[in-house]
């Protein structure tokens, strides 16, 4: 079973709409971290979450860990076209022992924003 | 953008045929990751490097070896390449554990 669980596969939403994304863990995640992926191009680093409850934002997109550090959410508001593509989280499950050597991530979140 | 250069970007060849991939990065970073993306599976890790010289298995390592002889430069080897290697292929870097991992921007590979 996958290990870090993305909800909802994919979203289709119209521009100016808000949306969340979910991740999801059965295990306490250390550190949580999310991508933008657009198709055929790397991946760009958008936000990492570490403590339980804390709650970043960059321009539109909100990101937050839950208190008991087993989920996280995306938002965005006021969708646009730009913010079209794939997002995948990555969250460290190995804790302490101070590594980050083996992120996990989820299999993505594809978005679609229609004009 | 972290300087992370990924060559080839784009590969076809045949069964049975050794393959390297190279990534150099140019901002000194310590660690340094070998991913492959599937569809269906996600990004699974190969290989990744804690230092030169330096190096540990991932999920799916088997068929694969890396090399770090440099800081800047991480080499994934396909030995003999099988059609079940097709995939697109990402390197990562980080600076220190617990901060982001940054990616290149990945090596399609196709194997016939």
């Known amino acids: 079973s996958q290990e870090l669980e993305q909800s909802p596969q994919s979203l289709i939403v119209q521009e100016g709409k808000n949306l969340t994304i979910n991740c999801t863990s059965s295990?306490?995640?250390?550190?949580l971290y999310w991508y933008k992926q657009k198709y055929g191009e790397g991946l760009i680093f958008l936000m990492m979450?570490?403590?339980?409850?804390e709650e970043k934002s960059h321009e539109k997109i909100t990101a937050k860990l839950d208190e008991k550090k087993q989920q996280s959410s995306l938002h965005i508001t006021a969708s646009q076209p730009s913010h079209a593509g794939i997002y995948l989280c990555g969250a460290d499950m190995l804790g302490s022992g101070g590594s980050n050597y083996k992120l996990t991530f989820g299999k993505g979140t594809l978005l679609t924003v229609n004009p | 953008d972290a300087g992370i250069t990924q060559s080839p970007r784009h590969k076809v060849t045949e069964t049975g045929t050794p393959v390297t991939l190279r990534c150099h990065q140019t901002?000194?970073?310590?660690?340094m990751y070998w991913y492959r993306q599937d569809p269906g599976h996600g990004l699974r890790l190969i290989h990744y490097?804690?230092?030169?010289?330096?190096?540990d298995k991932g999920e799916v390592s088997d068929g694969y070896s890396v090399s770090r002889s440099k800081t800047e430069d991480f080499l994934l080897t396909l030995e003999s390449a099988t059609s079940s290697q097709t995939s697109v292929y990402f390197c990562?870097?980080?600076?220190?554990?617990?901060?982001?991992?940054?990616f290149g921007d990945g090596t399609r590979l196709s194997i016939l």
């Open positions: 295990k306490t995640l250390y550190g």
């Open positions: 990562a870097i980080s600076e220190r554990v617990y901060q982001p991992q940054h």
């Open positions: 901002e000194n970073h310590r660690y």
């Open positions: 490097s804690y230092g030169v010289k330096d190096t």
């Open positions: 979450l570490q403590k339980g409850g």
